[in-house]
C-alpha cells in the first residue's frame, strides 16, 4: 500500500516539474545543435547472428555494474529478468515464429536480440533533461547520468525513443537507471563487461568507426562461407571462426536518428525485435528545427505536448510490439 501512494506521489510530482521544465527545455534547446560521431567515440557491435541467447553478459553485466539479482523471468532463485527494470542494465530477449526451429529466420525460426542504452550520437534523453543530468561525455560519446543532479521529472523517459531509462520507482531516494557502456572499466583501458564476458564475439566493443567498418565486412560475406569474426574487443586481436549467416542489408544504429553508439546487425527484420523504424534526424534536431521557426510565434508549447502525446502513443505501441518479443529466459534459450 505504501508503494503505490509513493508511486502516485512521485507520478505527480514528476508531472508538475516536467509542465514546469517545458520552459526552461524550450529556452535551452534553442542552442542546441545535432550532434556527430567522434573518432574516438566507442560502443558495441552486436551481431544477433552471432549470439547463442547464453545470457553470459547479463550476468557479466550485473556484477560489472554491481546490480541486484531480478527473478522477473519466472524464477525466485535466479538472476533471469524479462526485461530492462531498474534492477537490470542489459538483457537478452528472444523473437520466435511458427515452430521456431531456424535460428535468424523470420519464419518458422528464432533469433536473440541484446537490449540495452543505445547510447545516441544526438540523446534525446539528454536534450530533453532539464538539468543536464544526463549528458554526452565528450571523448567517448558515452551517454552518462549524474545522480545528483538528477530531479526525478523522468523527462529522459519520455524521450527516449527506445524505452531505456528505467525509473526506481521502490526507493525513497530514486534514480534514473541506464547503462553508461561499463565508463568505469573503460576509464581503466578495459572494455564494457558484457563484451568481454560475450563467448561468441556477437557483442563485440570498440571505436565506432571501426565497428562501422566491421559490419561493413559483414555485409560482404557469402553466406555459409567461414570467416574470421573478431572477439570481445576489435583491437584485442582475438579471433573465432564462423560461418556467415544471410544478414539483412543494413546496419540498425548507423543511421538511425542521428546514429548510435551501439548498433544491430540480423539475419531478422529489426522491426521483429520491436526496435522502431525512425527518421535519420535525431528528435532533438527535427525540434529545434521547428523551433528556431516557430519559437516567437508562441506555436511551441503545442508542438512540446503534441510531441509527447506523439512518444507516448510510440511507446505504447513500441510496449505491446514488445510483448510479442518472448524473452529467451522464458524458453530456457537455445543455445
Ligand atoms: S537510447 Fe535512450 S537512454 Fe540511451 S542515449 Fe539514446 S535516448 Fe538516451
Ligand atoms: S556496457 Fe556495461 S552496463 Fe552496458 S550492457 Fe554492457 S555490461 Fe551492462
Ligand atoms: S554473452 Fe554473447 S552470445 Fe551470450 S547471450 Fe550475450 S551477446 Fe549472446
Known amino acids: 500500500m505504501q508503494k503505490i501512494k509513493r508511486r502516485d506521489f512521485l507520478k505527480g510530482a514528476a508531472g508538475s516539474v516536467a509542465l514546469l521544465s ?84 523470420a519464419v518458422d525460426g528464432y533469433a536473440f536480440i541484446k537490449r540495452q542504452c543505445l547510447h545516441c550520437v544526438d540523446p534525446g534523453c539528454a536534450s530533453a533533461c532539464p538539468v543536464s543530468a544526463l549528458y554526452k561525455d565528450e571523448h567517448t560519446g558515452i551517454v552518462k547520468y549524474n545522480k545528483n543532479a538528477c530531479i526525478g521529472c523522468r523527462y529522459c523517459q519520455v524521450a527516449c525513443p527506445y524505452l531505456i531509462p528505467k525509473f526506481e520507482w521502490n526507493d525513497w531516494y530514486p534514480q534514473i537507471v541506464k547503462c553508461q557502456l561499463c565508463d568505469h572499466l573503460i576509464e581503466k583501458g578495459g572494455v564494457s563487461a558484457c563484451c568481454s564476458a560475450c563467448p561468441t564475439g556477437a557483442a563485440l566493443f570498440g571505436k565506432v568507426d571501426d565497428l562501422l567498418k566491421e559490419s561493413a565486412r559483414r555485409l560482404t560475406m557469402e553466406p555459409g562461407v567461414e570467416y574470421a569474426f573478431p572477439v570481445s574487443s576489435i583491437d584485442a586481436g582475438t579471433v573465432q571462426t564462423h560461418k556467415a549467416s544471410e544478414y539483412v542489408p543494413h546496419v540498425y544504429g548507423e543511421h538511425e536518428l542521428g546514429g548510435t553508439q551501439v548498433m544491430y546487425m540480423s539475419g531478422v527484420p529489426f522491426d521483429k525485435f520491436g526496435l522502431p523504424d525512425v527518421p535519420k534526424h535525431s528528435y532533438a534536431a527535427i525540434a529545434n528545427g521547428i523551433q528556431g521557426t516557430l519559437y516567437k510565434s508562441m506555436v511551441l508549447p503545442a508542438i512540446v505536448f503534441s510531441g509527447l502525446a506523439y512518444f507516448i502513443n510510440k511507446h505504447k505501441k513500441m510496449e505491446e510490439a514488445e510483448h510479442d518479443t518472448t524473452n529467451s529466459n522464458e524458453d530456457g534459450g537455445k543455445s
Request: overall charge negative; glycine content about 10%; charged content about 20%.
Open 22 to 105: 517545458v520552459g526552461v527545455q524550450s529556452q535551452s534547446a534553442e542552442a542546441s545543435t545535432a550532434a556527430e560521431r567522434g573518432s574516438e567515440h566507442v560502443g558495441i557491435l552486436y551481431d544477433s547472428t552471432l549470439c547463442v541467447g547464453c545470457n553470459a553478459c547479463m550476468s557479466a553485466c550485473k556484477e560489472a555494474n554491481d546490480m541486484p539479482p531480478d527473478p522477473t523471468g519466472g524464477s525466485i532463485t535466479l538472476d533471469n529478468a524479462d526485461d530492462l527494470s531498474e534492477n537490470t542494465l542489459n538483457v537478452i530477449k528472444m523473437f520466435v515464429d511458427g515452430n521456431g526451429e531456424t535460428k535468424d529466420s
